[in-house]
């Protein structure tokens, strides 16, 4: 029971305190119960208190007064109010203040039982996404990851970057690999000079030769002037050769020449200049492969694959799915100026289920578009791009699950039993609950009086 729910339930009738404690207690819950709000606040003040339960019309402190203050000393606790006189008004301004559920009395086991853990399970989600925030947040830094095979790989950064061994980081596309060259460069000896990266997939092959090691005035058509490479301009720092495995002979021809005599000549030009640069290498390609289908020279490979530093992909990075979504939803929110909180737990389970081809990357443009094309502070599932809701292993509601109904049970009960559940199967997403039920999200918010 140590790890049990705490809950307070607070009525000044002996008899409902007396029943709802043995309810809850039946369910597994931790229960303390007192006649007024006064005594209830100073146990929210003095122990950890999952769940109030409180009833609206009591002496002295009366239960919106008490749940004020409850939301002020411990915003954590959730807090479902009781009263024999429901209303609207009354509804509205619990809700307003803070309260998680509103029940009419009498009470009714099943409706009492569904509400505190629908609280409970929504404080669960709020306490997963702090804790997300929180361990994001310690890091302080882009390289976000706490698994054993991303906290290896940055083990051999650290050991790898204060050498001036050339470096060849291989990995799928999207994993990452400038963010560990940027961070090679930061812990090097050079992390004074200039970072330089250039993607040699992006540009033909006269066009790349000219951007590495520059060219001369008339060196052809269109240029004008003497230009300076990459080469140069990373003269006293680090160059990233980003996909090294899409260059051609000719380029790697003269990258061989460069790291075997530290010199460079501008295309057009005959005269030789001396570069100080230290060379990361990324590709996405296995280029000892490449080497034997002579695709790839051998030498320039050995060049290269001094210190060879593995990337591994997402779906090999167990637990930091989680961490780095709740990093980019933090970062785009601030970007957009969106109050977004964090994900439902539909969309972590969703999320987490996908096999993410596309890596780090594609988890980033996801995110970025959930929040900017989101309308709560959380983000449920239908903000994630189908592929990822459909994804085997997600968290797609099965709207097939059986529920069991004893025979007699009022109409009204049917479906409020009905649309909770699926409620909960769709982490508390009212569209996609509708969308499933085959009725308008307005129906659910007036049937359960939202």
């Known amino acids: 029971m140590d790890d049990a729910a705490h809950i307070l339930v607070v009525d000044d009738e002996a008899g409902i305190l007396a029943s709802l404690a043995k309810i809850l207690e039946r369910e597994g819950f931790r229960v303390s119960t007192t006649d007024n709000g006064a005594e209830a606040l100073a146990r929210v003040r003095a122990e950890r208190v999952d769940l109030v339960l409180a009833d609206i019309m009591m002496p002295k402190m009366n239960g919106i007064d008490l749940l004020r203050a409850v939301k002020t000393i411990a915003p954590a606790t959730e807090v479902v109010m009781m009263t024999a006189f429901g209303s609207v008004e009354n509804a509205v301004e619990c809700m307003r203040e803070g309260a998680y559920d509103f029940i009419a009395k009498p009470l009714r086991r099943a409706i009492v039982v569904r509400s505190v853990q629908r609280a409970l399970e929504r404080r669960a989600l709020v306490h997963e996404n702090q804790v997300l925030r929180a361990a994001v947040g310690a890091q302080k830094t882009d390289l976000v990851g706490q698994s054993l095979p991303w906290q290896r790989t940055l083990e051999l950064v650290a050991q790898a970057a204060p050498s001036a061994a050339t470096i060849l980081l291989q990995g799928e596309s999207g994993t990452g690999k400038e963010l560990l060259a940027k961070e090679i460069h930061r812990l090097s000896p050079r992390a004074a000079g200039p970072f330089v990266a250039v993607n040699c997939a992006a540009l033909p092959e006269g066009l790349l030769e000219s951007e590495l090691f520059g060219h001369e005035r008339g060196a052809f058509t269109g240029a004008a002037s ?19 495995g899409e260059t051609s002979a000719a380029v790697q021809v003269r990258l061989l020449r460069v790291l075997q ?47 060879q530093l593995p990337v591994p992909p997402l779906r090999a990075r167990p637990g930091d799915v989680a961490l780095l979504a709740a990093h980019f939803l933090r970062r785009y929110a601030e970007k957009n100026g969106k ?26 443009n996801a995110v970025e578009r959930a929040v900017v094309l989101g309308r709560d502070e959380m983000i449920g599932l239908e903000d994630l791009p189908a592929a990822i809701v459909g994804a085997d292993g997600g968290s797609t509601p099965e709207p097939r699950q059986a529920i069991a109904v004893p025979i007699g049970t009022p109409l009204a009960e049917v479906e409020e039993l009905l649309i909770r559940e699926t409620l909960k199967r769709t982490g508390g997403d009212k569209r996609l609950a509708a969308q499933l039920l085959g009725i308008h999200a307005r129906t659910i918010q007036r049937k359960l009086g939202d």
């Open 226 to 244: 003497r230009h300076e490479g990459r080469f140069e301009r990373a003269h006293g720092g680090t160059l990233l050769l980003d996909e090294i």
């Open 261 to 307: 005599e530290g010199q460079i000549e501008r295309v057009g030009g005959r005269e030789t200049v001396a570069v100080d640069v230290r060379v990361i290498a990324a590709t996405n390609r296995n280029l000892e492969e490449q080497v034997k289908a002579g695709a790839f020279r051998e030498d320039l490979y050995y060049r290269l694959n001094v210190i």
């Open 339 to 364: 109050a977004v909180r964090g994900f439902s737990a539909a969309a972590l389970k969703a999320l987490d289920g996908y096999g993410w081809p596309g890596n780090v990357r594609e988890l980033e």
